[in-house]
């Protein structure tokens, strides 16, 4: 985008954490997707709840959840923020084959919380390859993207269809 500059890099190319403080509290939402593609016998395993280390698609959704409230521990110079609500659904997809994982994030807060809905699909995609990578390590973790953000000054957003 011309025009645009790089928030967290100073004039003289430093990095820094951006000053949030003079900005107004809004509610912010964001949802992130990804997905993870497997073999179709590695999808009928997990979703029939027989995967050796146990229920798959319930440890994805709390270490998503996990992972959202780390973000900021995770990535250099995001905000720590005090989540009001972190969703993570994850939907078989046969034509994949495998799961598609949807993530919700959301604040009521002076920035956005686009990276922790981006952590939350990702870890949660993660741990379903790590839960199923003894029956299938040729999984493939794609898709990790920002879909929609509302709120705050920069205004909304809403991703093509991919």
Do not use: N, Q, W
Not at 66 to 90: G, N, Q, S
């Amino acid at each position: 985008m011309p025009g645009k500059s790089l928030t967290h890099i100073a004039a003289s190319g430093e990095a820094h954490m951006v000053d949030v403080g003079g900005k107004a509290e809004t509610e912010r939402t964001a949802i992130a997707e990804g997905m993870v593609t497997m073999l179709p016998a590695t999808l009928e395993i997990i979703l029939a709840g027989d995967a050796r280390k146990g229920d798959v698609l319930g440890a994805a959704r709390i270490a998503g959840i996990m992972a959202a409230k780390k973000a900021h521990e995770l990535i250099p110079l995001c905000h720590p923020l005090l989540l009001t609500k972190v969703h993570v659904d994850i939907e078989p997809d046969r034509s994949l084959p495998g799961l598609r994982v949807t993530a919700l994030a959301r604040v009521t807060g002076k920035t956005g919380v686009e990276m922790e809905a981006l952590t939350a699909a990702s870890v949660a995609c993660l741990t379903v390859y790590d839960m199923a990578k003894a029956i299938d390590r040729g999984m493939v973790i794609s898709g990790i993207r920002l879909i929609e953000k509302t709120g705050g000054k920069s205004g909304d957003f809403r991703a093509a269809e991919a």
